[in-house]
């Protein structure tokens, strides 16, 4: 009996019984069905991010901010130090440690973040909106439209939600209008108004929320304003500063972590503010996949059950076929084949019908709680988890499958022939 004739005939034995067969299949679609969609999330979720993660910061660069004690009350008490404001919940970096940072060996540049607060940004509608925006220096912004701000010019990307709030009908409108940005005195309040050309219109992200940016020479003036009159000491003074480093390799950012922790001092790569966002949905999506794998084993006895009950059915059929000179090792085959198509039939099905759903998901998605975030495709699939979750099936299937199938191929032909 050639593979061909093996195959044919395990087919039709499974559809002498129909219902038990559709029963066991239903079984591992939904195994697989759970497993696809799942992983199709991951993939689409982790696709979205990679192609957000210019947003976080370039892979030569470092972010360097103070190592702040936490406070909670369970630590013991902080020794006082008087460089470290008494209110404040937040250390700064100092100018001395900017240069300390830049006297470390591999450090090829330091780029202070300057903080900066305007008070509102008013467009071609006159009406005045609160305004919070983000320095672009180190990332490359995903845009919409336009250019990213930068340089010394007084420049500004807007979001799509101030796009028409200020009164433009679309992205592509609002580009190279003037646009007032007011900026207030800590210590006066006296206000300033700035005039800065809109260069550009943002995509979403989850990265940063989708901030308004602005040019570094916008943020030097509004932090001008800010601080004026203010003490040096209050003046220059940081958050944090980008550190980019010569050679980038994971031995040398290690190394000048490490360099700069023993000063006091924080950091951390484009790998690890990457990597934990990463970490996060494998971890979710991984969870998930559990309810399937769960599934999945009630559909491996199934089979089992299945074909134990298509071997008892089938007694002095198999006692016939080896009495003709069929050998153990094709008999075995058979079953294993019955096992192997329920697993392909129901992994086949499930996949199909969770591409199917992940249409349906996606584009409810978008038009709700995705809207506005250009590019993210909720669930994607890739061939190679798809024919991935196909073989695991039909490898889990066989196994299951195989008990049955030795036990049919060490049957006696005459106790098998005699079987009532």
Same mark, same amino acid.
């Given at each position: 009996?050639? $593979? ?24 591992? $679609? ?52 008087? /460089? ?33 607060? /305007? ?51 679309? /992205? ?32 979403a992200s989850i990265v940063d929320g989708g901030q308004v940016v602005f040019s570094p020479g916008l943020i030097d003036a509004i932090n001008r304003v800010n601080n004026a009159g203010l003490p040096s000491s209050v003046k220059n003074q940081y958050y944090n500063v980008l550190a980019t480093v010569s050679h980038p390799t994971k031995r040398n950012l290690s190394r000048i972590q490490a360099a700069l922790t023993k000063k006091g001092m924080a ?88 591409? $199917? ?39 889990? /299937? ?23």
């Amino acid at each position: 009996m050639k $593979l061909r004739d093996l195959i044919g005939t395990a087919a039709a034995s499974l559809w002498r019984n129909k219902g038990r067969t559709l029963l066991t299949v239903l079984a591992t $679609l939904i195994g697989a069905f759970t497993i696809a969609l799942t992983l199709g999330i991951r993939v689409g979720v982790n696709s979205y991010i990679s192609k957000q993660v210019d947003n976080v910061g370039e892979k030569d660069q470092l972010m360097v901010y103070a190592d702040t004690p936490s406070g909670s009350a369970s630590d013991k008490p902080q020794k006082y130090d008087p /460089a470290v404001s008494s209110t404040a919940s937040t250390q700064m970096l100092t100018t001395k440690q900017l240069n300390t940072i830049a006297k470390v060996k591999g450090v090829a540049k330091v780029t202070p973040m300057k903080s900066f607060t /305007a008070e509102y940004i008013q467009g071609a509608s006159k009406q005045k909106y609160a305004i919070t925006a983000t320095d672009g220096q180190g990332t490359h912004v995903d845009m919409a439209q336009g250019l990213q701000a930068s340089g010394q010019a007084y420049t500004v990307d807007l979001n799509k939600a101030y796009v028409k709030a200020l009164g433009y009908s679309n /992205a592509k409108a609002a580009l190279g209008h003037t646009v007032h940005i007011v900026a207030a005195n800590q210590a006066t309040n006296r206000r300033q108004v700035l005039r800065a050309k809109i260069v550009g219109v943002r995509n979403a992200s989850i990265v940063d929320g989708g901030q308004v940016v602005f040019s570094p020479g916008l943020i030097d003036a509004i932090n001008r304003v800010n601080n004026a009159g203010l003490p040096s000491s209050v003046k220059n003074q940081y958050y944090n500063v980008l550190a980019t480093v010569s050679h980038p390799t994971k031995r040398n950012l290690s190394r000048i972590q490490a360099a700069l922790t023993k000063k006091g001092m924080a950091s951390s790569t484009f790998t690890d503010e990457v990597g934990s966002i990463h970490q996060t949905i494998n971890a979710v999506t991984g969870g998930l996949t559990m309810f399937g794998a769960i599934a999945l084993l009630a559909a491996a006895f199934g089979i089992i059950n299945t074909l134990y009950m298509s071997v008892r059915d089938r007694t002095r059929e198999i006692g016939l076929m080896k009495a003709l000179g069929l050998s153990r090792g094709k008999i075995f085959a058979s079953f294993s084949l019955e096992a192997a198509l329920i697993g392909l039939l129901g992994a086949g099905c499930g996949c199909g019908l969770a591409l $199917l759903a992940s249409g349906l998901v996606n584009k409810a998605a978008t038009s709700s709680f995705l809207k506005g975030m250009t590019g993210f495709t909720l669930i994607q699939f890739s061939a190679s988890n798809t024919l991935g979750i196909l073989a695991l099936i039909t490898v889990i /299937a066989v196994l299951a499958g195989t008990l049955p199938a030795i036990r049919a191929s060490r049957l006696v032909p005459i106790s098998a022939l005699r079987y009532e």
